[in-house]
């Protein structure tokens, strides 16, 4: 098994307060990995340090090394941009940009400064079939995505992740905000997805981390308890508030 | 015992609110009565005269044309540059929170303040005379405060989720705020920049302290004239260079003589600067209105 990220000793910081705590962890390449916990436990903390989208939070810092193919992300010489750009986010609350739907999707491109419309055009419509919307959508593409509904929304946001060509892809809860149709829908992208994205994913649905999943890591008070296979951890996981936790005893 | 109370509040609330409209519909209905029947095409295109029957207030309608155009193209990149980078850039530290204070101070200063400002500054130090420039580059000062504040307000409340989704796809900061954040904010800033400028359009005391003029019977130099002969039209600046007055000092200097007759034309002048000023509200209400609708995250 080949890694995408090796983490080790990661340890973040909202200002005084920890919410991360030595985490050590080995997430696969081009397989589903689902971050389970209790609410508050860092499951967005993480996800977020492997894109350094934390970047954004004032006062927030980290100790530790995220190594991202070898290469550790937080070391001084490495362009954020280019992390990001390759290390592409979905985010909980479904957040398209207040344009087109066709802009939505093309403007990773366009601040890459793509020029080439015709290109263009067959990104935005690889990315949108990819995403499963492009039926639903082809002929109105010049329409504001505001109109879209709640799953179609998603569905936009992970297409538009999708057009930069990521390597890997991080969900946050992505279905938490979408009906049992919608989030089928994007059950089955994942599964498509992982035949040539990384993808770690966060989730509150035990069942669907079931699902989706290869590998499960179980989150704690900002402490890795367990991570392991996903039929290991729901089957007959090594620790007794794992098995706690997937059981519904708290949490 | 508490329903009276409330009942109370809302009357005297009422009453204060229908003591303002009442106030505001006596003064235009006056105006109107006075000045409707002075308003006609030759009252918009005649110079100031001696006699209040030949006079109109071209020079003044065309200086405020003026003065409200430059002010508007020199305000509102400065005050827009201003508050995003006060908003987006500026660390969070002693000198920003100094500024910050500043410009709030600055927006409550007396405007004839600013008219001091200019007549030391851009009249005499810079020696641009009692022109078109001084008038425009000292409404800016007056107006700039208010830009930057609305560009702010405008700014921040553009939902951090858009700034987020940029950023993820690998944006700069430059390139959220270019792309992202100002075309959102846009609809808001406009407001607060038209806002800004229906205070300028009324403002005297400013333009009286740097000297503008209260009679002119010519216009500034228009900027482009056409020509008989190639290349056909000449452009040139020199009209930012030539004395002005705006309506507002037009209407000062009328109500202040004794004649019956340039007390109409005061009037009639109002109701144009009135409609000036109704039109640009009703352009920042427009915007604001569409905003909102297109608008919802
Ligand atoms: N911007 C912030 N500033 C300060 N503290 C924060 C911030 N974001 C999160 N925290 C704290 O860090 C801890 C971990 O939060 P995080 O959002 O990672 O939890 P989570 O597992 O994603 O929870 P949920 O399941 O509710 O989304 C919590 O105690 C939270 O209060
Ligand atoms: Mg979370």
Redesign the interface.
């Known amino acids: 098994m080949e890694s995408a990220f090796k983490i080790e000793g990661l340890n973040a910081f909202y200002g005084e307060k920890q919410a991360l705590k030595a985490i050590d962890m080995e997430i696969p390449r081009k397989m589903v990995t689902a971050i389970i916990g209790p609410s508050g436990c860092g499951k967005s903390t993480f996800i977020r340090c492997l ?1 350094r ?1 934390n970047d ?1 939070i ?1 006062g927030f810092r980290v100790s530790g090394r995220v190594f991202y193919q070898g290469k550790d992300i937080y070391s001084k010489d490495v362009d954020v ?2 992390i ?2 390759r290390i ?2 979905v ?1 909980q ?1 479904p ?4 344009k087109s739907i066709y802009e939505n999707v093309a ?2 491109l ?3 400064g793509m020029r080439d419309r015709k290109r263009m055009d067959e990104i935005v419509e690889e990315s949108l079939k990819k995403a499963a919307l492009w039926e639903e959508v082809k002929d109105r593409l010049h329409t ?1 995505a ?1 109109n879209l509904s709640g799953g179609q929304q998603q569905r936009l ?1 992970i297409a ?2 999708l057009a ?1 060509k990521p390597e890997v892809i991080l969900f946050d809860e992505p279905c938490s905000a979408l009906d049992p149709v919608a989030t089928a829908k994007i059950e089955d992208l994942i599964d498509e997805l992982k035949r040539d994205y990384t993808v770690v994913i966060v989730t509150h649905n035990m069942q669907q981390a079931a699902r989706v999943s290869e590998f499960t890591g179980f989150f704690m008070l900002g402490e890795l308890v367990e991570f392991d296979r996903t039929e290991k951890i729901f089957t007959n996981p090594s620790s007794k508030v794992t098995e706690d936790y997937i059981t519904g005893r708290f949490g | 015992m508490r329903d009276l109370k409330e009942r109370v509040f809302v009357a005297l609330s009422l009453a204060a609110t229908l003591a303002g409209i009442l106030f505001l519909s006596i003064l235009i209905i006056d105006v109107v009565m006075d000045g409707a029947s002075r308003l006609s095409w030759d009252f918009l295109t005649s110079f100031p005269s001696r006699r209040p029957g030949k006079a109109g207030i071209l020079s003044p309608l065309v200086g405020s044309a003026w003065i409200m155009i430059l002010t508007a193209l020199f305000s509102f990149p400065v005050g827009v540059g201003a508050g995003i980078y006060l908003e987006e850039y500026a660390g969070k530290n002693r000198f920003t929170w100094l500024i910050e204070v500043n410009i709030a101070n600055l927006a409550g200063v007396p405007s004839i303040i600013y008219g001091l400002l200019g007549l030391g500054l851009f009249v005499r130090a810079l020696a641009l005379e009692r022109s078109v420039l001084s008038g425009a580059l000292t409404l800016t000062l007056l107006v700039l405060p208010i830009i930057i504040m609305s560009t702010r307000e405008a700014l921040r409340t553009v939902p951090f989720s858009i700034r987020e989704a940029s950023y993820a796809l690998g944006a700069t900061r430059w390139q959220t705020i270019i792309r992202q954040v100002l075309p959102a904010a846009l609809p808001g800033i406009l407001t607060g920049t038209i806002l800004a400028m229906s205070r300028a359009v009324g403002e005297t005391a400013p333009l009286i302290t740097i000297g503008a003029l209260t009679y002119i019977a010519f216009l500034p130099t228009w900027p482009i004239t056409f020509t008989g002969s190639f290349p056909f039209v000449e452009f040139s600046l020199q009209g930012l260079f030539d004395p002005f007055t705006v309506l507002p000092i037009q209407i000062f200097n009328w109500v202040s003589r004794p004649q019956k007759g340039f007390y109409t034309n005061a009037a009639a002048a109002i109701i144009v600067l009135l409609i000036f000023t109704i039109l640009l509200n009703s352009l920042a209400i427009y915007l604001r209105y569409r905003y909102q609708k297109r608008m919802r995250w």
């Open positions: 894109n989208m954004l004032p941009i280019e990001r750009r592409g986010m985010f609350k957040n398209p940009f207040p403007y990773g366009r601040i890459q504001s505001l946001c538009r992740a930069v």
